[in-house]
């Protein structure tokens, strides 16, 4: 058995955030992550972080203004303003950390425009911020001594007394099982994209997190608040960095019209998020779109600032949609990209269970509300990342390990083998993921209606009677990719039933969440936050009211 003060499950940014503020806290500090750290979907992270600086003449409080207005109202403002009056001094701590921002011609840190915000204050490395963000983060962890699990996949929380003890976790290596006790857990397992086919989200993000603390019973909130970027590519659905439309890209439909100037006249290709992918989603269903997409295009932003800012999607829209940017717009259309819910968590990470921590994107602050801005997620698992890694050190001083033994892993073991003994006559894996993956993207996409979400809940449901007899033909226990999939899509399909039953339950319009039965925002009813909990008799919903600190709900238009 293993054993540690703080175990993060996860190594993305929120995971390696939280893990050097725990350390940095003084205690003794583990993460764990089912691929190579510097592999996780942060960094596939390309257009870049947030922050009002205000030697930059930016104020916090615009920043979170925009984000307030982004979120549609469903964002919980005092969150917010952690966020935001945090945002500066974060990025400034990155930059110090080693991060090569780029920079304006002064040599100050450069900003580019983001959509939904009044300024420019998106800092950014080129196109992979991300990668770059990630990578220091990982510098900075080794050297500070934090113990790496690396390619071990976590199966379950370990709940004790009413509180969370540790985990059992598969090394896949050799597919041995293990307990990991400790007396904090924060989980920074990331986003759930693939739940949906296709998506940006790289073939790890699985929602894992998010079905780990819903076994466990810590509530999951705004899961019906799925993000549909609007540039993504035909097919493959890989991304579209913002900063091309913060660069200056426009969007056109087949007769050649910026047709943002109908949807958002003063932001026009930059407005949020929501509203850009629902002007798409129109076009393209009244005939105005091109085989199923619209194009951007880049041609007028000029060889050199593409290849300096936007060299990495210059390569994407080569590989990936044989079309050079420099000559030809792009096709592309709204894919899923993010998921806004996720882990109830207050403002240290601290979700409903005891001992048990949530931040980035497996956790809802919640932040993001109804419609996340782009870059405000970066953001929200360093400044939450490291808040719930000061916290958890904290609180572990003044606690003592429970008292386990390997038995905790019992269950989990058995869980393996009867999955390992399924006859041949279920479906593999793959099958019932690509079935649930189109399920959700046929219905629970840009435009809802009730029919279509409930036709998708039946899905989930039958597949989940066929997930019961899914066949792993891979029997040996060295490397077994095939029951690590197998696994993951057990996760998946909590999620997908949180997401489902949560946006059925919301009978208005509101940020992504678009309804053609109830085009409305509905703030009389629904100005408040609904909860999935899993209990005996099932997933049971609940509500929370949304905090409202000094921007009251108005009408939204860019
Ligand atoms: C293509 C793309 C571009 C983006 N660009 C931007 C951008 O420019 N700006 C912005 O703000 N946001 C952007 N986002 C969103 C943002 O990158 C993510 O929301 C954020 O990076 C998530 O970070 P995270 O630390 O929460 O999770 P991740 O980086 O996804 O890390 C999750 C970690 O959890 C581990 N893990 C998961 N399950 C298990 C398990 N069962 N056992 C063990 N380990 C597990 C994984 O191994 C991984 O280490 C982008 C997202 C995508 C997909």
Redesign the pocket.
Known sequence: MYSHDVLI???????MRAALSARQGGADVAV????H?VR??????????NAALEHAGDDWRDHAYDTVKGSDYLGDQDAIEVMCREAGSEVIQMEHYGVTFSRDEAGRLGTRAFGGQGKARTFFVADF??QALLHVLYEQIMRAGVRVYEE????ELIIEDGECAGAV?MEIRSGDVHVIRAKAVII????L?RVFEPS???L???G??MG?AYRAGAPLMDMEMVQYHPTTLKGSGV?I???ARGEGAHLLNSEGQRFMERYAPNMMELASRDVVSRAEQTEINAGRGIDGCVLLDMRHLGERLIRERLTQILDIARDFANVNLLEEPVPIRPGM??QMGGVKTDVDGQTQLPGLYA????ACVSVHGGNRL??????D?LVF?RRSGEHAAEMSRAKAQKDLDDSAADGQKAHIQRLLDNERNGDMFGQIRLDMGRAMNDHLAVYRNQAGMESALDTVRQLRERYRSVYVQDKGRTWNTNLVFTLELG?MLDSAEAITLSAIERKESRGAHTREDYPERDDETWMKHILVRQTQDGPALDYMPVAITQWEPQVRSY
Do not use: R
């Not at 764990?32 to 691929?35: A, F, H, L, R």
């Not at 931040?359 to 497996?362: K, Q, R, T």
């Open positions: 499950i996860g190594a993305g940014l929120a995971g764990i992550s089912k691929v750290p996780s979907h942060s960094n596939a992270a390309q257009g870049g972080i911020t991300g071990w996949l976590v199966l976790v920074a397992a990331g986003g994209g940006t989200n790289a790890v993000c699985t894992d997190g780990l991304l960095t913002e900063g990209h993010y931040a980035g994107e497996a782009g870059a405000n997620s970066l953001l698992t990342g996760f």
